[in-house]
């Protein structure tokens, strides 16, 4: 996890975080252009994360659910004004992405299968995001619509497909997905955090919702393949994870929605 020394700018910070920046070290940790995100070194930890006005409020909501399950982060605050800020202690360990873990990538791979089940069998009773599977969809066609496509995101089997091939696929087979799995919505190992190992929880959770668990699945596929490039791990995973629950045909309906962002 990027962690760079800083020394922050006050007039930058809503008065509320003051006292909390100023008695321990900051960090800038930010790993996207749509959002700031510092780190304060401070009674175990805080993220402070910003962005524009409104963008944070569903990552509260769902930090605060997930949090109530004891798998996501507690939610110290959160403020909107000019911007959205979203105040959160750090979950134990590190996230998946450690060397730790990525040596290990076969115990690794079975880690995260096991921890991705056990949330699947979660109950999504008072989810604050009842079907993101339709959001999902809607997203995409928004997406598709406006001309926005990368292939990059298809798996080997999948490549060659245009922009008109990969909505085709996902307007025919829609049908094919449920709403009815509490998932994290992108589930990629740097948003898993492990402590020597044992799950301590989630991270980002801003795509969650209950929604179809292949959007979970092809994730993890997905993020695995990048972040470990020296053996391919997909079959290990759909082997871990239970083939019985996967329809290899909605998985691809997935990976066609993906490539519209």
């Known amino acids: 996890m990027k962690r760079v020394l800083i020394q922050p700018d006050f007039m930058e910070f809503p008065a509320e975080f003051h006292s909390l920046l100023s ?9 996207s252009s749509r959002a700031r995100v510092v ?28 949090c109530q399950k004891g798998i996501g982060p507690h939610v110290e605050a959160y403020l909107s004004g000019e ?20 040596n290990e990538p076969k115990r690794l791979c079975d880690t995260l299968a096991e921890i991705l089940v056990n949330l699947h069998a979660t109950s999504a009773e008072g989810c604050p995001v009842p079907n993101r599977t339709a959001e ?11 001309g926005e496509f990368d292939p990059s995101y298809l798996p080997a089997r999948m490549q060659g497909m245009t922009a008109d091939d990969a909505w085709k696929m996902v307007a025919q087979g829609k049908s094919l997905l449920r709403a009815d799995t509490l998932l994290h919505g992108d589930y990629c190992l740097p948003n898993v955090m492990l402590d020597n190992w044992k799950f ?3 991270i980002d959770v801003c795509h969650g919702g ?15 393949a990048f972040n470990i490039k020296s053996e391919p791990l997909t079959e290990r995973f759909l082997d871990a994870y239970g083939r019985e629950k996967i329809n290899m045909d909605a998985l691809d309906v997935i990976a066609a929605a993906e490539t519209f962002g």
């Open 83 to 102: 911007k959205d800020w979203l105040l959160t202690r750090r979950v134990p360990g590190e996230d998946c992405t450690d060397a730790m873990y990525l």
């Open 23 to 31: 008695n321990g070290k900051v960090y800038d940790s930010s790993c």
């Open 39 to 66: 780190f304060i070194d401070k009674d175990g930890g805080y993220f402070l994360k910003s962005s524009d006005a409104g963008t944070l409020k569903k990552e509260a909501e769902l930090s605060r659910f997930f």
């Open 200 to 202: 301590s929880g989630f």
């Open 136 to 146: 999902y969809l809607a997203y995409a066609e928004t997406q598709y619509r406006a």
């Open 210 to 224: 209950v929604g179809d668990r292949h959007i979970d699945i092809y994730w993890a596929v997905w993020s695995l």
